[in-house]
């Protein structure tokens, strides 16, 4: 089984004025909602691909309702704690044209209710259920206020079922986990030049190969370095590189196509293993179906629709590809 955790999932609403004015009343002509947070992406995508996950992390109040509601109709199963107080985040994002700046998107994210001593505990002994053979996907930010140890916590949890663990975090949460041996880390060209700190070029590829070296010196088992329209890059297991370009194509909506990836590498991991590939076949594999579930969701309106993921898959050279899900 895969379960996807989300500390901090949010429902976006999102509207479309013709023109927008700040410090006025503003009438939109849509209006849209989207479930979902880091980990409950992964989770679309997975289904999308036909892989079932279940959905954990917190929720609180009506929204949170609304947001196991929406997971459930589109048959997604989940396992939220529910917090004592507060609401599940809603993000507000406002598109349209803002005069002497043409189309532009002004976004409100909101904090989200804190995490409670208790409703942790109870998250931590929901881990008893995660059983060799699984993988458990560490996606997004924590709540402000949370020792940012969690992630390597919960990997120390689950270390005796020998199940594999991905985590796409950022700063300390991440490089707390690298000595626990992830599977996969997943950051981005400017999340890693973050971390590397002062001198590090994030254009560069022989500084973002030496930055996922050193990732993975310190534990990662897989670093895999998205950078838009540049490409990616990987450093496997075993210390090779592996690199792609970007997949031509117009870019309609980047939110989630990170975590697309990070569901494709996944997916690709489990996928080769059942079709009998190994060492580098498999690793290409992975990063090839993740580049595509990136993609697809980078040219589309939602997340990775499997119609453009076999398109893209398929385009790498993966006659596969037609046989997703």
């Given at each position: 089984m895969i379960y996807t955790v989300t500390f901090n999932p949010a429902i976006d609403c999102v509207m479309h004025a013709d023109d927008v004015s700040i410090g006025s009343i503003n009438r939109s002509r849509t209006q849209e909602f989207y479930f979902g947070g880091k980990g409950v992406n992964v989770s679309y995508v997975l289904s999308h691909l036909g892989r079932p996950s279940i959905a954990w992390g917190f929720v609180a109040g009506w929204t949170g309702e609304a947001l196991e509601d929406a997971l459930a109709r589109d048959g997604i199963a989940s396992g939220f704690v529910h917090l004592p107080a507060g609401n599940t985040r809603v993000n507000v994002k406002l598109k349209g044209h803002v005069e002497g700046a043409g189309e532009r998107e002004t976004a409100v994210n909101a904090p989200g209710p804190p995490v409670d001593g208790a409703s942790l505990e109870a998250f931590f002994d929901q881990l008893a259920d995660v059983r060799a053979g699984d993988?458990?996907?560490?996606?997004?930010?924590?709540?402000s206020g949370m020792d940012e140890t969690v992630y390597a916590r919960i990997m120390?949890?689950?270390?005796a079922s020998s199940a594999d663990v991905v985590v796409d975090a950022t700063g300390d949460l991440l490089m707390n986990t690298?000595?626990?041996?992830?599977l996969l880390v997943k950051p981005n060209d400017e999340e890693i030049a973050e971390i590397m700190g002062a001198g590090f070029d994030a254009s560069s590829e022989s500084d973002l190969e030496r930055g996922a070296r050193r990732m993975h010196d310190l534990g990662a088992r897989n670093v895999l370095i998205s950078r838009g329209g540049d490409g990616a890059l990987l450093i496997d297991e075993a210390g090779e590189?592996?690199?792609?370009?970007?997949?031509?194509?117009e870019l309609v909506?980047?939110?989630?196509?990170g975590d697309s990836t990070v569901a494709g590498f996944v997916e690709g991991t489990l996928r080769a293993l059942e079709l009998g590939l190994s060492g580098s076949d498999a690793v290409e594999y992975a990063f090839h179906l993740a580049l595509a579930c990136g993609s697809a969701t980078a040219f589309s309106p939602g997340l990775a629709p499997i119609e453009k993921?076999?398109?893209?898959?398929?385009r790498a050279g993966y006659a596969q590809g037609g046989s997703l899900s």
């Open positions: 993988v458990l996907v560490l996606s997004g930010g924590i709540p120390k949890r689950v270390a690298l000595p626990l041996h992830p590189l592996h690199r792609a370009d970007a997949h031509a194509g909506n980047s939110v989630g196509a993921v076999r398109e893209l898959f398929s």
